[in-house]
């Protein structure tokens, strides 16, 4: 039975590092477990003899030889950034005082 | 913060418990460029110089595989004895870090390109040991941080971090091996020799320069133990990048001594990540994980399959070069040298360079003398390997054969090899420049012979009539008019033969 829990929405909003207040998951939950149930439906008409596919096209082996391409200077790559500091990116505290 | 763990000895961890390892190897491959887009990977380049969309992960940014990055995956694969996939995916592997800004490391998950594989590695007292390998998969590296404001760059107590987002995208080979098992009280020996059989392999098949001390090959160790004669696997423990092979030995011993007390004291084992200690040899705990990793692997939708043709595939394997090991012990037979001698020079890591100057016409035994011990020792003054010093195996073999030929003596030799590393020129320029040559073929000797008894008549006489001890002023005549680069002793012999007098 495809769905969706509310714990698992939990989850994943906590890897997508997402603050969800209770309604917004009892709301969302219930959302993502209709859409769910929709999208199972493929699964109806996707019998053995159709191979799960990841890309709408039937391509494989597209490569590029291994040749340097032009790119980004450091200030092109930095103008983005919120914050640097010695042509770096400049990032908060990644570990929390322990 | 370091606790101190409780260890018991070696001998006795091993007497109570079987070891059980798993080691993952990190090769970054030595491509022009990245694996998803056209950056240059040079090391060494100014911060954030070798970046683009693609790399840095900025919308509707689209990779696009290096075909370099996956030929050599498949070498790797095959020189290890793996299948290669007929078909197999990018995935996604997702997190947030810093290091990595797309938030998802282009990896692959259940579609390895090679697996199934093994690698034999030999032991220092010749026994050879099968290590399986898993799996050989596809990936890319992350950015680099610098942690600022803590205590010697470290995470901990860091305020704020810096990003170089040049490394991150460059092709990552992550090797991993089955589980290790019979390895017994030689577990820190084998997952060394397998890691520096690896990188022999590596290296040999020219895919990267696998310098661990360059982070260009990095290996996480896998430790469990479990009571003999159970077949189950105890908890293990991962310690992290682990990056010279002494520390591969030192990390596999520490573990299994930390793993024994604390299961001996009727504890239990953490599964978690763990950081080595270069200076003590120690590991302590990495951050605790709340929870298990939940990477949500995806297949990656911006890039399609890869199915290797087969006819490809065997090529490749045809044209593999001769395995490290065997290529070894045939060279060690050729040379006539022992398996120490020949361990001597792959700890100097001049075997290749032995090799080439042996190929280019020296003897295997001037070869080695000249990089194991001249060119060696000026590389240690220098800081350098031996390999990167300015003069090319051809020009070692060159001065070799000089010596042969007896144009040179070993002094002479050493002043033409600082005269090529100095930028002078080819060996010969070297000698001609700096006037070098041994002066003892007899046709120049003997000509200055002849000069320096007529120009000296009258000590010439005395020689004649006896007086052996004036030959010495003869002698010293024929070196001055070879500036010193005739042999005395053979310049002696032909003045009193050419006089008639016996000693």
Redesign the interface.
């Known amino acids: 039975m495809p769905g969706i829990t509310r714990e698992e929405v939990a989850h994943l909003a906590r890897l997508a590092r997402l603050e969800l207040t209770a309604e917004e998951l009892d709301h969302f939950a219930g959302q993502l477990d209709d859409i769910i149930g929709a999208v199972a439906r493929v699964a109806d008409v996707a019998t053995e003899d159709v191979p799960p596919t990841s890309h709408p096209l039937p391509l494989t082996n597209v490569m590029r030889p291994d040749e340097v391409r032009p790119g980004l200077t450091a200030e092109q790559a930095l103008s983005g950034a919120p914050a640097q500091e010695q042509q770096r990116f400049k990032v908060p505290q990644i570990l929390g005082e322990e | ?1 370091t606790t101190v763990e409780e260890l018991v000895s070696y001998e006795d961890a091993l007497t109570s418990y079987d070891p059980v390892m798993g080691l993952e190897v990190h090769v970054e491959l030595g ?3 990245k694996m998803f ?4 990977t040079t090391l060494g380049a ?8 693609t790399c ?1 992960g ?1 919308p509707g940014a689209l990779p ?7 030929e050599s995956a498949i070498r790797i694969g095959l020189a290890l004895n793996c299948e290669i996939a007929r ?1 197999c ?1 990018f995935a996604r592997k ?1 997190y ?3 290091d990595m800004p797309k938030n998802f490391q282009t990896s692959q998950y259940d579609e390895p390109i090679a697996f199934d594989g093994y690698l034999d590695v030999e032991l220092a007292d010749g026994e050879i040991f099968r290590v399986g390998i898993e799996r050989a998969h596809m990936e890319e590296d992350t950015g680099k ?4 404001g803590g205590a010697t760059g470290r ?11 040049n490394r991150a995208g460059i092709p990552l080979i992550e090797i991993v091996t089955k589980p290790i098992t019979g390895a017994g009280e030689r577990a820190p020996e084998i997952a060394r020799a397998y890691v520096a059989e690896l990188r022999e392999v590596i290296r040999g098949l020219g895919v990267s320069e696998a310098r661990m001390e360059m982070g260009q090959l990095r290996c996480d160790v896998n430790l469990s133990l479990r009571p003999h004669g159970r077949e189950m696997f105890g908890t293990r423990s991962e310690t992290k990048n682990v990056n010279s092979l002494r520390s591969v030995e030192r990390a596999v011993r520490f573990e299994i001594q930390r793993h024994a007390a604390v299961l001996g004291a009727g504890g239990t084992i953490v599964q978690e990540t763990r950081h080595f200690h270069e200076d003590n040899g120690s590991t302590t705990s990495g ?1 605790v994980k709340e929870e298990a990793e ?1 990477y ?1 692997y ?4 911006d ?7 087969r006819a490809w595939v065997e090529e490749l394997r045809a044209s593999l070069p001769e395995l490290p090991r065997l290529r070894r012990n045939r060279l060690r037979e050729e040379w006539g040298i022992s398996a120490h001698e020949m361990q001597s020079v792959l700890n100097a890591g001049v075997l290749g360079s032995v090799l080439a100057t042996v190929e280019a016409g020296a003897d295997a035994a001037a070869a080695r003398k000249w990089w194991m011990g001249e060119l060696a020792r000026r590389a240690n003054e220098q800081g350098v390997e031996p390999t990167a010093l300015p003069i090319t195996p051809a020009q070692v073999a060159r001065v070799a054969t000089l010596v042969t030929d007896g144009l040179l003596n070993d002094k002479l030799a050493r002043q033409v090899i600082e005269g090529v590393l100095a930028g002078e020129g080819e060996p010969d320029e070297v000698v001609a420049k700096r006037g070098l040559a041994v002066v003892s073929d007899t046709g120049a000797l003997g000509q200055a012979v002849d000069e320096a008894i007529a120009a000296n008549a009258a000590i010439a006489d005395k020689v004649r009539g006896g007086k052996v001890a004036a030959a010495g002023a003869l002698v010293g005549a024929v070196r001055k008019a070879t500036r010193g680069q005739a042999d005395a002793a053979m310049a002696r012999r032909m003045i009193l033969e050419r006089l008639g007098v016996t000693e």
């Not at chain 2, 100014?46 to 969309?53: D, I, V, Y």
């Open positions: 913060m491509t022009a460029t887009c056209g950056c240059a100014e911060p954030n110089t070798q970046t683009c969309p840095l900025l696009v595989v290096n075909a370099a990055g996956v078909w995916r997702n947030f870090y810093p941080s610098a942690h600022i995470i901990h107590g860091a305020s704020h971090s810096l990003l170089d987002y951050r939940d949500r995806f297949p990656e939708p890039l399609v399959p890869i199915a290797p043709d």
